[in-house]
């Protein structure tokens, strides 16, 4: 059965079994990771599982800032194996292993929530995968929109980003009609959307929002408005992205500092 090991006594015992020349070598040994995989929940809750590789000499891994709670290791047959702490959780040390070694926890206080809109500013050195809730398809790392489609997360190494995401974001559906025909533009935010108008002959796509920086993705048949497209909050002119042109349609996103009137200007109609 597992033990949790007071950190102090499994150093005497590395000191006891190693001489002192190569202690702080079989202490400080950076573990070499297989995989890192955080799972993140609809209601915010994340557990993190850390996959190391066998080694002869005990290895540390550094967890995660945040909450640490919950901490086990198994190895690949799933039998538990001793766990010795270091620190206040800031990381675990592995004794030698022929086999992988699963190191899994729960993190908490590590994403905000504002509006609907989740956030993590996140930052680990290893290449980590993250697995986002089911009802995400579309998510925001260093304000960079990236739609998954089928998949279900994302990878990323050396990790510095801010992560963002909506859960259950509304989606709008508004209908213009031009030259006898109907159009169906969408738009998806936390943000209240009013006023959509599209006007023909200024080439200009626009709508009210009600909210300080909320994501705002709208989906643009080429056949209505063509690309490139230039995007403002009332007079000024802001940053968009473009997600997706799939040859019938584009996906553009944004996100404005305050509240106001959003106008996409395109090239032709």
């Given at each position: 059965?597992?033990?949790k090991i007071i950190v102090i006594i499994t150093i005497l015992m590395v000191f006891t079994i190693f001489p002192?020349?190569?202690?702080?070598?079989?202490?400080?040994?950076?573990?070499?990771?297989?995989?890192?995989?955080?799972?993140?929940?609809?209601?915010?809750?994340?557990?993190?599982?850390?996959?190391?590789?066998?080694?002869?000499?005990?290895?540390?891994?550094?967890?995660?800032?945040?909450?640490?709670?919950?901490?086990?290791?198994?190895?690949?047959?799933?039998?538990?194996?001793?766990?010795?702490?270091?620190?206040?959780?800031?990381?675990?040390?592995?004794?030698?292993?022929?086999?992988?070694?699963?190191?899994?926890?729960?993190?908490?206080?590590?994403?905000?929530?504002?509006?609907?809109?989740?956030?993590?500013?996140?930052?680990?050195?290893?290449?980590?995968?993250?697995?986002?809730?089911?009802?995400?398809?579309?998510?925001?790392?260093?304000?960079?929109?990236?739609?998954?489609?089928?998949?279900?997360?994302?990878?990323?190494?050396?990790?510095?980003?801010?992560?963002?995401?909506?859960?259950?974001?509304?989606?709008?559906?508004?209908?213009?009609n031009w030259e006898d025909k109907e159009f169906l533009v969408e738009t998806r935010t936390s943000s209240e959307?009013?006023?959509?108008?599209?006007?023909?002959?200024?080439?200009?796509?626009?709508?009210?929002?009600?909210?300080?920086?909320?994501?705002?993705?709208?989906?643009?048949?080429?056949?209505?408005?063509?690309?490139?497209?230039?995007?403002?909050?009332?007079?000024?002119?802001?940053?968009?992205?473009?997600?997706?042109?799939?040859?019938?349609?584009?996906?553009?996103?944004?996100?404005?500092?305050?509240?106001?009137?959003?106008?996409?200007?395109?090239?032709?109609?």
């Amino acid at each position: 059965m597992s033990k949790k090991i007071i950190v102090i006594i499994t150093i005497l015992m590395v000191f006891t079994i190693f001489p002192a020349s190569n202690a702080q070598l079989s202490l400080g040994a950076e573990a070499d990771q297989k995989s890192i995989e955080v799972e993140i929940s609809s209601s915010g809750e994340v557990n993190v599982k850390h996959v190391v590789k066998p080694s002869n000499f005990p290895v540390s891994v550094d967890l995660f800032d945040g909450t640490v709670s919950d901490i086990s290791i198994t190895n690949e047959s799933g039998d538990e194996r001793d766990l010795a702490v270091v620190g206040d959780n800031d990381a675990v040390l592995i004794f030698p292993s022929n086999q992988n070694s699963i190191v899994e926890y729960n993190l908490d206080n590590v994403l905000s929530q504002k509006d609907n809109l989740w956030t993590w500013d996140f930052s680990y050195l290893e290449t980590t995968s993250f697995i986002m809730p089911e009802e995400v398809d579309l998510l925001f790392v260093n304000g960079t929109p990236i739609f998954l489609g089928e998949k279900n997360g994302i990878g990323c190494h050396g990790c510095k980003i801010v992560l963002e995401y909506s859960i259950n974001v509304l989606k709008n559906i508004n209908q213009v009609n031009w030259e006898d025909k109907e159009f169906l533009v969408e738009t998806r935010t936390s943000s209240e959307i009013k006023s959509f108008n599209f006007n023909q002959p200024t080439k200009k796509i626009s709508f009210k929002v009600n909210d300080n920086y909320q994501f705002v993705t709208i989906i643009i048949p080429l056949e209505l408005l063509w690309e490139p497209y230039s995007v403002f909050l009332d007079d000024d002119k802001i940053l968009k992205h473009e997600i997706i042109n799939n040859g019938t349609h584009v996906w553009l996103s944004m996100k404005p500092e305050t509240s106001g009137e959003i106008t996409i200007i395109g090239t032709t109609v």
